[in-house]
């Protein structure tokens, strides 16, 4: 039987990864053909999982592929965040440096939050632990964060070309205030929508329902189909 092979971005996701290494100092790249060969490999030995969890690891010694079997998290309809302080390492890059995000994470779950919405040192909004952030305020208009001390993620990327969304660097304080609604971004999650933050409860409402049909019809497009057997 023919098996599609669906990678959202795949080469903006490679075009990252060695746009990174580069301004790291790693003197190596990784090339579509070998990446999408071993890819195809994993997908051959998986046969019959439907979703994988593919991680392209490049470093001076050279580059592999490891995959694992996905599975979403199980609450992806309103998920609760705890605000903290917290910046990674070095986090307009792609590394393998996460200990902040899983300490952040950590911290959150204690507060009975699913995961950590990180602030710099003057309260001012960054990311969430592993996703970047987007709100709608009371206006309908779409808000995110600077680039400037965060990961901007290839979902955030795509947002940003095909909707109109303005910049700003708000406090928590603001945020709570002039948000109505608010989702997370990220590659294996794609849109995932926000409940509260701090226990401030956010409506899932028209805004992030319409994020959450064009994160299904963009992912579903032919050109991240990039691989038939």
């Not at 999982?49 to 690891?57: C, E, G, K, Q, T």
């Not at 909004?125 to 970047?132: F, P, R, T």
Request: charged content about 25%.
């Amino acid at each position: 039987f023919p098996v599609t092979i669906r990678i959202v971005d795949f080469l903006r996701h490679l075009e990252r990864v060695n746009s990174h290494a580069l301004n790291l100092g790693i003197n190596a790249t990784c090339k579509s053909e070998e990446v999408i060969q071993a890819i195809s490999k994993i997908f051959e030995y998986w046969s019959g999982v439907n979703s994988i969890r593919i991680r392209l690891v490049l470093s001076a010694e050279g580059s592999w592929v490891t995959a694992r079997e996905f599975t979403p998290r199980p609450t992806l309809w309103g998920l609760s965040l705890h605000a903290l302080r917290a910046q990674r390492f070095k986090p307009e890059f792609k590394t393998l440096v996460i200990g902040k995000s899983i300490e952040a994470e950590h911290l959150a779950r204690g507060f009975g939050r699913e995961t950590a919405l990180l602030l710099d040192s003057s309260n001012k909004i960054l990311e969430a632990a592993w996703s970047n952030v987007f709100w709608f305020n009371r206006k309908g208009r779409l808000f995110t964060t600077p680039e400037e001390g965060i990961l901007s993620g290839i979902v955030r990327a795509a947002i940003i070309r095909e909707h109109e969304v303005s910049f700003q660097r708000l406090s928590l304080e603001e945020l709570l205030s002039e948000a109505q609604e608010i989702i997370l971004t990220q590659s294996t999650g794609g849109v995932i929508t926000v409940g509260s933050i701090n226990g401030h409860i956010f409506d899932c409402g028209e805004k992030t329902q319409e994020m959450l049909t064009w994160y299904a019809e963009y992912r579903s497009r032919p050109e991240h189909k990039f691989v038939q057997e």
